[in-house]
């Protein structure tokens, strides 16, 4: 029988993944200086776990050290895979301690927070420490672009390494020659992009902590507030068209803002993502102005939220409930079409949904057309090969079996058809909005399946599938060393 991994694999796997764990290390430290700036006595609380996870991925690059050669897409996808479930881990514990919380409260909180999906146990945001409501927006931030990513730009040299970690984070975009230069110019874009948002806010009237998580948690697509009302709590239609702004920046790739950047102003609305993206928004804001009654300002601030998967809201949740069903099943669709490739958006995203329609277009003129008729397949300029197209149905169906397994979990344990539904696409689309049912007193399975959810939206399933296989694989091979025994 075939063996998944071998000793060689493990050591690539685990070395590679000990300087994630480092990295992730290195962040849960950063709140500390808010801790001291507000005289917090959580040191402690943010100080161990960072220890824990900066011992042990020093000792995991120093037990399996060794060269990088022979690093395979499945050794990336992989270590992708468990380095999310590594962050969750680390950040839970910061949570566990410094706000009471239950382990799988903590974890759901954590990942919630890494993925940036920005659903939360959290009851009370407004009485938690500073230094928490910075950790969750932290976690965000980085978790916008991606833990991995972080590691890449400024952890790894250029090389193959670099490249396989950089596809096994669900990103394929090149804006320079080699991966690690591409993501250090997409963190120079990101940082800019949040000073801007820092100053927009505290131009509008936030203050600079409120402004600095903000803009952290909203050009992050993540959405999570430190306040019970998130955005509406300001009371400010500037602050909220200037989330709109942010959230679409976070939706839009990261290529498309290099052109712009670059001067290339026109390349961007011939970005057939970008074109998509407003059609759809137009489209779906519409919607909810005419059938669902919905303000101007809040039918695109709400179709923006859910299309970028950021999850901001100017409502509570109670308002959210009351909304009707033709409004959720709007929302829900936009949660799982998500806006761009190469940003930091979720969902199936809309490269995707361009090319499955266009090869469905394109199967339907083969079969009108006459025989041997050659009809060009190209978006935008580019040729679409099959191979892209059947990649793009499948990971569509993959995605929505997914959720439809999850839909029938929650429907089991008395939960609404529509506001499961809509619940489900939040988490796996990695976007925040919710309709109540996300609470600490939820059932346990169905709070479960969403923590899987969300890590999978996140890493765009097939890392965990590959880590599933990999681990079942493992298990019946541990399984007959025990029965020769």
């Known amino acids: 029988m075939i063996s998944y991994l071998r000793r060689k694999d493990f050591f690539l796997i685990f070395k590679n993944l000990g300087t994630v764990m480092e990295g992730i290390g290195i962040i849960v430290l950063i709140p500390l200086a808010v801790a001291l700036i507000y005289n917090e006595h959580t040191y402690l609380d943010f100080l161990i776990p960072a ?23 499945k050794h990336g996808f992989i ?23 239950s382990f799988v409260n903590a974890y759901f909180e954590s990942m919630s927070a890494w993925t940036g999906s920005g659903l939360t146990m959290y009851l009370n945001v407004e009485i938690l420490p500073k230094s928490v409501l910075f950790l ?26 670099a490249a396989k970690l950089y596809k096994a984070e669900a990103r394929e975009e090149k804006i320079k020659p080699n991966i690690v230069n ?58 909220t068209m200037i ?47 005419v059938y669902a009654h919905f303000t101007s300002l809040n039918s695109v601030f709400y179709v923006v939220s859910a299309m970028s998967c ?43 949904i361009v090319t499955l329609l266009k090869g469905i277009y394109w199967e339907i003129m083969k079969i009108v057309s006459p025989e041997g008729a050659v009809r060009p397949r190209k978006i935008a300029g580019k040729t679409v090969t099959d191979v892209e197209i059947k990649e793009a149905g499948s990971y569509t169906f993959i995605y929505l079996l997914f959720i439809f397994i999850t839909w029938l979990v929650f429907m089991q344990y008395g939960y609404g058809g529509i506001d499961s539904l809509f619940e489900i696409a939040s988490a796996q689309g990695n976007v925040g909005l919710s ?29 965990a599938l590959v880590l599933i296989m990999v681990g079942l694989d493992l298990f019946k091979r541990f399984n007959r060393l025990k029965i020769r025994k």
């Open 136 to 161: 969750r927006s932290l976690e965000q931030w980085i978790g916008g672009l991606g833990v991995v990513i972080l590691v890449i730009g400024v952890l790894i040299r250029p090389g193959t390494t």
């Open 310 to 352: 950021t999850g901001s809201n100017t409502l509570s949740v109670g308002t959210m409930a009351a909304w009707g069903d033709y409004a959720k099943v709007v929302l829900a669709v936009c949660m799982i079409i998500g806006m761009a490739a190469g940003s930091t958006s979720g969902a199936i995203k809309l490269t995707r």
């Open 182 to 239: 591409t993501v250090k110019t997409i963190w120079w874009i990101y940082l800019s992009y949040t000073v801007l948002g820092i100053i927009l806010y505290v131009a509008a009237g936030m203050p600079l902590f409120d402004a600095v998580n903000n803009c952290f948690t909203n050009l992050s697509t993540g959405g999570m507030s430190i306040k019970n009302g998130n955005i509406g709590d300001y009371h400010s239609n500037i602050i």
């Open 435 to 463: 309709v109540g049912i996300t609470s600490p007193t939820m059932y346990l399975i169905p709070k479960l399946f969403m923590i899987f959810d969300m890590w999978i939206g996140r890493i765009e399933i097939v890392p």
């Open 243 to 289: 989330t709109i702004v942010l959230m679409v920046l976070g939706g839009t790739s990261f290529l498309v803002h290099y052109k712009a950047i670059k001067g290339r102003v026109i390349d961007v609305f011939k970005d057939i993502q970008f074109q998509t993206m407003i059609i759809l928004v137009t489209i779906f804001s519409v919607l909810l102005v």
């Open 79 to 101: 270590i992708a895979a468990l380095a999310w479930l590594w962050a969750a881990f680390i950040g839970s514990l910061c949570l566990m301690h410094s706000t009471d919380m």
């Open 51 to 73: 220890l824990i996870s900066l011992t042990l991925g020093y000792g995991f690059k120093k037990i399996f050290s060794g060269n990088d050669t022979g690093l395979r897409l």
